[in-house]
């Protein structure tokens, strides 16, 4: 007798501040149908180009579903099935090979969000690493560096609800493409922009995003601190700072004002790259609007001065006084308003973790390629990433995964170029085949992801891969083996106001709820910055103790011969996710560069030619693009293809370099120089 069909409410693990609801029909134990689930306040039913497709990549005919061990080259991709009991058995013995011959921080677990979510992403990993003493990893490359910057002003990465952008008369959105990276945050956007606000968009290339704005500010990349600055110095010059407020919630107002004089609009106009009437107009449109709220997301902290970007941005909103308002202020990722009210510590353990080094994901070629690290990585474990293509310094990275004498293992859902230089390569679960729980760093709702489907083949989630892994490893500690309910019950338990009236239980009937935010929410109207001083600081006396200049200001930005490179997200691909499945690599197209008319005709290109994109890192081939959305000196490359437009299997980061962000740890990745020619 056929069973009836389902249906099964969850939520998108991409790493993206929409972590969007949806519903999975079953039929017969087969998803036959996901779509958004329209009762989502959030995401209201729509999804993205590419999650549209989702059940294409959980059937895809190239998945692995079984555990593979090498019989290849590193980097051939040539594997052959094996039982996981061979798998964990071997993994294990090597791992304490290493251990005994080198220390288990010779041992580097190496993951990101590939799969963003409570305990899939990190819950037993981090319990069984962090008993083992293997090295700790620093997962810094995205929205860490916002997060330091902002906290050296405000004392966290968050700041208001996103969605109290329906109050705001005046919304800067500020080195993001919202329109792309944050699908259903745009409709508010816009629906606040007809109802009277004035939309202003910060970025260096006129994106879509931009197309829409009443205003687009186009600066030169790097420069959003010199833009502060300068807009500081108006507000101070013309009386416009709300000096109440920030003579009662803030500290160092007089040390700041003693260095504005010399960032002036004029003086900051060359480094801007905006004439100066544009850079007045700003800061007094800004200083005079209320309520003004500042979106930035990523964009303006994949530089080297990234943190001081942040700083300096997160100075205006309380310069303004625009924390009194509703609407008003600084809107940044939710991420940490999620974690703070769940009870993290119980998920992590991390009172059982033992002492260790740890290393910075943006260093993974060089720390497998560096012979005085002591001692060196001799066994990485990936999962939830994939740095062969996603990490700085594409050939470095590469050259360090194909040492012999590096133990590897993959645990993903398909062969990545990661997983092609690995020893063994682990079958896992996708999105709708294993519980979670997930917070958004977009908005307020909590969702819990129900498993739909079981695991086809012999797929794993990473919860269970670890509980075996730790049962191989001959380890007996029951925190080891905790159910995925368990730990989501305990996060859920941490009694936190913001969780009153949220339980497992009406998470798995309703799918998602709203964090018991107070409806009016203004967390710094009256101060309260969560700050060593208690206010938001102007002077940071933390900066000043780690070495860094405690005031904002420009911060170092580097600037080179050549076209600076700016990177940007697909519609087709998520980071490097989709891009292996051949419907998407249409929609992509073959990779290109995109130039300004001035200084492709210097160069003699022209709309499509083939051109070789270098530096002194390697080069990349891509098709020529000629456009009046760069100003000159840019050139701009979509970020995902796994293939030049040559066919090799190289992309946009055998162009960029590990260099450290100014701190968060963080790199700049925008900071990349390049010269461009015809082939």
């Known amino acids: 007798m056929n069973s009836p069909s389902s249906t099964v409410k969850g939520a998108c693990g991409h790493d993206c501040p929409d972590t969007c609801g949806w519903v999975v029909t079953v039929d017969q134990g087969r998803a036959t149908a996901l ?7 959030f995401t209201r039913g729509t999804l993205c180009a590419k999650v549209n497709h989702y059940l294409d990549k959980v059937y895809h005919p190239e998945r692995v579903l079984h555990p593979m061990k090498r019989v290849g080259p590193k980097g051939s991709g040539q594997f052959e099935r094996v039982s996981w009991d061979e798998a964990l058995s071997d993994i294990a013995a090597r791992w304490q090979a290493v251990i005994s011959d080198y220390g288990a921080e010779a041992i580097l677990p190496y993951s990101s969000a590939g799969v963003q979510g409570l305990v899939q992403q990190a819950s037993l990993d981090m319990r069984l690493f962090g008993a083992l003493g293997a090295s700790r990893l620093d997962r810094n490359i995205c929205g860490a560096v916002a ?42 956007v816009k629906a606040a922009q007809k109802a009277g606000a004035t939309l202003v968009v910060i970025d260096p290339v006129r994106t879509r995003t931009a197309q829409e704005a009443d205003w687009h500010i186009q600066p030169l990349p790097g420069s959003d601190a010199a833009l502060a600055m300068a807009v500081m110095h108006v507000m101070h010059r013309d009386r416009l700072v709300d000096e109440e407020y920030v003579r009662a919630h803030a500290v160092g107002y007089d040390a700041l004002t003693q ?15 905006l004439p100066v009437a544009d850079i007045e107009r700003f800061a007094r449109l800004y200083a005079t609007t209320q309520p003004s709220l500042l979106r930035p997301l990523i964009g303006i902290e994949h530089h080297i001065n990234g943190a001081m970007q942040f700083r300096a941005v997160s100075c205006l909103p309380v310069l303004s006084g625009a924390f009194r308002h509703r609407g008003g202020g600084i809107a940044r990722s939710t991420h940490a308003l999620h974690y703070a009210a769940l009870d993290m510590q119980s998920v992590e353990r991390p009172d059982r973790w033992q002492p260790a080094r740890t290393l910075n994901m943006r260093d993974l070629g060089k720390d497998l390629c560096d012979p005085a690290l002591d001692p060196p990585v001799k066994a990485l474990m990936v999962y939830g990433a994939n740095p062969a293509v996603t990490i700085p310094n594409q050939a470095l990275v590469e050259k360090g995964l194909a040492r012999e004498d590096l133990f590897t293992v993959v645990h993903d859902l398909f062969v990545t170029d990661t997983a092609r230089y690995a020893d063994y390569v682990l079958p896992a679960t996708s999105q709708i085949e294993h519980l979670d729980l997930s917070p958004a760093w977009g908005h307020l709702y909590l969702a819990l992801n129900r498993p739909a489907i079981e695991p086809p083949g012999e797929a794993l989630c990473n ?17 080891l083996y905790d159910s995925d309910e368990s730990m989501i019950r305990a996060a859920l338990a941490s009694g936190h106001p913001w969780l009153e009236g949220i339980t497992f239980e009406r998470l798995w009937d309703e799918g998602h709820a709203r964090l018991s935010a107070p409806e009016d929410w203004r967390p710094f109207a009256e101060g309260g910055f969560p700050t060593p001083s208690g206010k938001a600081e102007l002077w940071s006396d933390t900066l000043a103790d780690m070495g860094h200049d405690p005031l904002p200001g420009v911060g170092a930005i580097r600037r080179e011969a050549g076209l600076q490179l700016i990177t940007g997200k697909a519609h087709a691909f998520l980071n490097s996710g989709y891009s292996h499945m051949n419907p998407h690599r249409k929609r992509a197209g073959e990779l290109f560069i995109e130039l300004d008319p001035a200084d492709a005709a210097t160069r003699g290109l022209a ?7 270098h530096n002194a890192l390697g080069e990349v081939h891509a098709h020529c693009r000629v456009s009046d959305r ?50």
């Open 35 to 41: 779509v958004g689930d329209r009762d989502h306040p």
């Open 607 to 613: 709309e499509g030619m083939l051109v070789r994109v």
């Open 259 to 273: 260095r504005l004089p010399a960032h002036s609009p004029e003086a900051m106009a060359p480094i801007i790259g």
């Open 147 to 188: 997060a330091a910057g902002m906290t050296a002003t405000l004392g966290v990465g968050s700041g208001i609800d996103p969605e109290d952008v329906a109050h705001a008369k005046l919304i800067v959105l500020w080195g993001t493409n919202t329109v792309v990276t944050n699908l259903h945050y745009w409709p508010q």
């Open 463 to 479: 919860t269970e891969l670890f509980r075996r892994l730790a049962k191989a490893l001959g380890r007996t500690e029951p925190w």
């Open 630 to 679: 760069l100003r000159p000196g840019l050139a701009w490359m979509p970020f995902g293809h796994l293939e030049d437009a040559s066919g090799v299997r190289r992309g946009v980061n055998v162009l960029t370099d590990e260099a450290p962000t100014d701190w968060g740890g963080g790199t700049g990745y925008y900071d990349a120089f390049v010269e461009v020619e015809g082939i």
